[in-house]
Structure formats: C-alpha cells, structure tokens
C-alpha cells in the first residue's frame, strides 16, 4: 500500500445514473447482431452498458474528493451526462465520446499522482496504459467486462477455469489487438479499401467461412435436398419437423404413440398449418401430413403436463416415466413430421416424402464424439432419456455435418497460410471459424424447437436457456440455407462472427486471457482493479453445459491450444457450484470456494481503486421467511469473512423488470484508515 498517496473516493462509491443504466442495459438486447453475444453461446451475461459505467465510475474521482458542494454536484452531474451517452448501444464506438471519457479517467490519474494531463487523444491513451493498473476479472465468463475496460482504452487481464470461457475472451480482447488496421490475406481483398481496426480480420472470417461453406456443399449438399412442390418446381428447404415416438403401454394397442407438445406448425393469419398423424395399424407405423386450418382444427398435443402423455390411437394416458423407460430400452424413435421451405410469400409447410426420409437417414458421419455427459449435471434431463453420450444428442446427418466442417478446418488453416499468412494469423482465425461450428452445435443438435406464434416461425437454439432437456418434437435446420429466408445456418453464423469482430475497439491495448482457479491461483501481484462477476450458487452448470461445445471445440483446436484443451472435458472438481449431486456438503463447499477467491481478491486488488463485484439477483430470490436468499446472503458473508468492507451497492435492472444485476463496491477493510472524505 502507497502511504504517501491518500485514498480518493470514486464516483461508483457515491452516485451513479441508475435509470440511464438500467435503461441502456434493457435495450440492449434488440441490437444483438453485433453484440459480442452472438460471438459464441454463453450464459448469464451482463450487458456491456452496465460493464462499461462501472469501469469508467470505478476510475473517475468523485468530485467531492476535490470540490466543495455545491460545485462538486455540478461536477458529478456532468460525469453522469458523459456516462448517460456512454452506455447507449449506438455510442458503443463512438470514438469522440470514448475519448472524452478516457480523458476524465486520466485526468483522475494525473490528478492524484500530481501530474500533468496528457495533451491529446494519442498521449491520454499511452497515459492509460502506463499509469492505470490493469483491469482483472478472474470470472470472466462471457467477457464483457475486459472488452469495455479494453474500450475505454484500459489494460485488462481475464481469466477463468471453464476453457470455453477463455477461448471466448480470446477471441474477444487478446487475438484482435496483434492484427489491428492490417488487411487481410484472402485474394479478394480491395486494395483501395482502408483497412482500420479489425475489419480486415473481419473480412477474412467472412472469406474463408464462405469457403467452408462451399466445400462442405459439395461433400455433402445432397442430404440436403430441395424441397419438391406440386407444380414440379423445386424449393429451398429450411428445415425438418422431427417427432419422438413410443410404442402405446396398452396391451391391446402397442401401436406408436406420437409425443408433441402441439401440432401446430403456424398461427399467422391466412396461413395457419398444423400436422395431423396417421397411423397404420397393420404395419404398426406412423406419418405425418401438413394440413391448413380449411381441414380442421389440431388438437393441443399428446403430451399435457410434466407428468402424462396420451395415445391418439387408443386414447389410453401414459405416465411419463414410461416414455423414459421406453427412452431408455432404446424404443424412442424419431419420426420426420413436415418440411419448411422457402416460399415466395413466406414459409412453405410440405408434407414428408419417402424421398426426403431416406437421405435424412442415409447420412454416414465419420466420426462421432464419444465423450460420455457429465455425471449428475446441473439442469440436465438427458440421463433420464437413455443420453450418456454426447452424439446421442444428433441426428446422424447433423453429425456428419459438423464433422465435415471439422475436417473442414485443418483445410481452412492450409489454404490461409497458402494464401499468406502467417501461422499466428491463421490459428487466430481458425479460432473464429471454431466458433462458427460451436453456433451451429447449438442450432444443429435435438435440442432446438420450431418456435411458433403470430409473429415469427423459426428454429430457436439449444441453449435458449441454460439447461438442456429432451425435446418431444425438434426441428434440424439446413445448414445450406440462406439469410434472411432463415437464420440457422453457416453462412449467417460466421457472419454474426464477423459483424462481432468488426465491432470490437478500434483503438485496443493488447491484453491477457489465461485458464486459472480463482480459488487456488494467486492473482498477479501487481495490484489490479479487480471487477467481476462472481460464479452464481446453484442456477447455472456452467462446466455440464460447456461440455456440449467442449467436445466438438476441441477436436480442432487442442492443436492450437493444447494446454487449454487438454482434458477430455472441462474442468468441474475446482469449479465454484452448488450441486449436492455431485459434491458432498455442497453449500459449506461453495461457501468455501467463494472465500479463497475473495481472499485472492482482498490480499492482491488495487490499494488505490474500488473492487466491484457484480452480483445477478431476481425478484424470485426473495425469501419472505428469511428476508434474504440463501445465494445473496452467502456472497455477503463470504466478501466480509474475506476481510473486504463494502462501502455501496447500486441495483441495476439488466434484462426485464423481474431481474437485476447488483454491484458491489468494496475496499480492502485496511484503507478504512485512510484519509477518504
């Protein structure tokens, strides 16, 4: 600790815009296609508008360290006026704003080190990065928190146990700074064209994953095919409407019982299709035909609550247990209930054919992730069904899919050096590419639905929440399709890729991702500004669920990152989770975890800077017998046994008004000594 400089109170530890936060962070969401969330599947992240006002009020003195009221409330007014534009999507990389406020932190800098302010933008940035300490998040998940440090011209360090997480960060903050205003390698590049931050690396992802696009078309584009129509013309398809089956547990039926949660295939107005089935009782089968509503009305499903199911044949009820028993002796099997094409007045809802049936069907992978999924996971129900291996959660043309891309990769990298890269450049951008074949993991497994409703029909992903379950009926995109006709496929995947890329700081300082348990490794001992977003009790499994994109991930990518993708899956026995499944006393565990690493946080974090901790609460927490949760409570008592004092907290709404995010403010309890006003 620095005796001879006296603590100064930051604007984060007095007062902060809520509303203009709250506000920012809600709209966030409908601005996605650049949003780093669609670099990669990741859970419960924070928006970047509340990462980016907390870095910013975590550095920036608050005026009443150096002005007497009422001109330090004036002052702090004008920091909240930058901060209100800071944190709106559209200023994200708003270059004069950004400096105006890289400005104000090094200006809090130079103010207490009794220095002068650098003279211009160029000079306030190489300030920046000799003066402030880094920023370290030693949770750092999805990465907002290191990408806004990043952008308002900070160093940041990241790090994390889950390989999936540091892959992601990566990506995010470390590979682009070392390619920044170059061109890219691809022979089309436009020579005229100013190449400025990482929009040629964009350029290039967009390149060679249209490339991968056209070699895996040509290997294996016929178990695609076009949907065939009543005129003779052809159509492209964008999907295919599977359903599970069971045999009837009536003895004097036993004919396949279809499991739907509804029939129906769209609601809009003029164009309302359902399925209806047919059964076969002499060859004991079952099919599907698309009807409109001109025919009939759908009944509401076969399956009616978490506990029954019935059969359309002989109306007996079937408790659901016996469908997981069925599951489980193999006896589930996948029907093809209806093709969604693209028509030219919006979606074509087909019938199957026999044709399309085959080469679903006739698809060879050759290869298949024989990893088993993890024991007693966390919001898992595929154990329940007979799934212990990951490939059993594809169809077989969804695995050769994703092995064809792949392989695809190793080729990718060839061509990129052949091209004229180096081998840095073309690992860096394998990485991205590896990104793209996670994306469609996550659409392109029998974990994603047809989603159905007035508005929109379209194929949600697997991962639309954060566990995974069987799925009575599921849809299986066409990776060959075409944007906006549907957005499941490669192309637009590895465009959302690239429109991330492209968006990221164009002035960046280089920084540092690394695996680590923030629980056993002793952060740096250079007294970072430790912001972060602590694991949360017992919601989310993120090992269990990064396992799902682990396995393919590391097919590729252990050659580039062998230590990172060492093991046969993530790592979960250090991982900071409640889940009594799997670890014994499991909330005395958690607690315990959580302590060592705010301890690491308490013995290592600036003497000169707030430690902020973000902190996801819900309404639904509330206990009204206890007054707190058990998740919030645990994370008090585990910041103040680590020997921090927290000096405010601030909720900001983040998502919906049924859920925040809550940031603490803390100090080591050693300062509170110092002469702080």
């Known amino acids: 600790m620095n005796n001879q400089t006296p603590y100064r109170k930051k604007l984060i530890e007095v007062d902060l815009p809520l509303e203009d936060i709250s506000s920012a962070c809600v709209n966030e969401r409908p601005r996605w296609q650049k949003h780093h969330s669609t670099l990669h599947r990741w859970w419960a992240r924070r928006p970047v508008a509340a990462c980016r006002a907390v870095v910013f009020a975590s550095l920036v003195d608050d005026p009443g360290t150096y002005l007497d009221e009422p001109h330090a409330q004036e002052e702090r007014q004008r920091l909240h006026d930058i901060i209100s534009e800071l944190v709106k999507w559209e200023n994200t990389n708003n270059e004069n704003l950004l400096a105006k406020a890289r400005y104000e932190i090094a200006r809090s800098v130079a103010r207490s080190h009794g220095e002068p302010l650098p003279s211009d933008a160029e000079a306030v940035l190489r300030y920046l990065a000799e003066r402030v300490p880094v920023i370290y998040d030693p949770f750092c998940g999805s990465g907002s928190i290191p990408l806004e440090a990043q952008r308002l011209g900070l160093r940041a360090r990241a790090s994390d146990l889950n390989p999936v997480a540091v892959l992601l960060n990566k990506a995010l903050i470390e590979l682009p700074p070392a390619f920044h205003n170059q061109p890219p390698v691809n022979p ?4 005229l064209k100013g190449w400025r931050g990482t929009s ?4 290039d992802i967009r390149y060679y994953g249209k490339w991968m696009h056209e070699e895996a078309y040509k290997r294996i584009g016929h178990f695609y095919p076009k949907a065939k129509l009543a005129d003779g013309t052809e159509a492209t398809t964008i999907a295919w409407l599977w359903v599970h089956t069971v045999p009837c547990n009536n003895p004097a039926c036993g004919l396949p019982m279809p499991l739907v949660h509804s029939f129906q295939l769209s609601k809009k107005k003029g164009h309302k299709h359902w399925i209806h089935p047919i059964v076969n009782k002499e060859s004991k089968t079952i099919s599907f035909i698309v009807q409109n509503h001109d025919t009939g009305i759908p009944d509401k499903g076969t399956v009616r609550s978490t506990t029954e199911a019935f059969c359309i044949t002989c109306k007996s009820p079937v408790k659901l247990e016996y469908v997981r028993e069925q599951a489980r002796s193999g006896n589930m099997k ?3 209930a209806a093709v969604v094409a693209k028509g030219q007045r919006g979606r074509l809802f087909l019938s199957p054919t026999n044709d399309q049936n085959r080469t679903a069907r006739s698809a060879i992978p050759n290869y298949k992730p024989m990893n088993k999924l993890p024991e007693d996971p966390l919001g898992f129900s595929l154990h329940n069904y007979g799934i212990t291996y990951w490939h059993q959660f594809f169809t077989i043309r969804q695995l050769t899919t ?8 190793s080729e990718a990298r060839t061509r990129i ?8 450049y073309a690992n860096s951008l394998c990485t991205y590419l590896a990104c793209a074949i996670g994306k469609i993991t996550d659409i392109g497994c029998k974990g994603t639905r047809w989603r159905v409703d007035s508005a929109t029909e ?5 991962m639309s929440k954060q566990t995974i379950h069987i799925l009575w009926d599921f849809a299986e995109m066409n990776p060959f399709s075409s944007y906006p006709d549907s957005s499941a496929n490669w192309v637009t995947q590895v465009n959302h890729i690239a429109n991330v890329v492209e968006y990221l700081p164009v002035t960046a300082n280089s920084c540092e991702v690394y695996q680590a348990d923030a629980a056993a490794t002793p952060h740096a001992v250079d007294s970072p500004i430790i912001i972060t977003d602590p694991p949360y009790y017992d919601i989310i499994g993120y090992a269990d669920l990064s396992d799902f994109f682990y396995v393919w991930l590391r097919s590729f990518l252990r050659e580039i990152y062998p230590k990172l993708f060492a093991g046969i899956s993530t790592p979960k026995a250090a991982e900071i989770i409640v889940n009594r499944h799997r670890f014994e006393n499991s909330r005395d565990r958690f607690k315990n975890l959580l302590h060592k690493a705010l301890q690491q946080i308490r013995e290592r974090c600036s003497d000169q800077f707030p430690t902020s901790i973000f902190y996801a609460y819900r309404q639904q927490e509330n206990r009204q017998d206890k007054g707190t949760s058990t998740a919030w409570e645990t994370m008090l008592n585990a910041i103040i046994s680590a020997g921090l004092q927290i000096v405010s907290t601030w909720p900001m709404r983040t998502e919906n008004t049924t859920s925040s995010a809550s940031r603490l403010s803390l100090r080591p309890s050693e300062l509170t000594f110092l002469d702080v006003p």
């Open 200 to 203: 040629g690396l964009a350029d």
């Open 458 to 462: 379209r194929i949600v992903h697997a």
């Open 417 to 424: 050096i052949q091209d004229g890269a180096t081998d840095v």
């Open 402 to 409: 994703l092995t064809t891309f792949s392989d695809l990769l």
């Open 334 to 336: 996948e029907v093809m």
């Open 188 to 191: 089309d590049i436009d020579s």
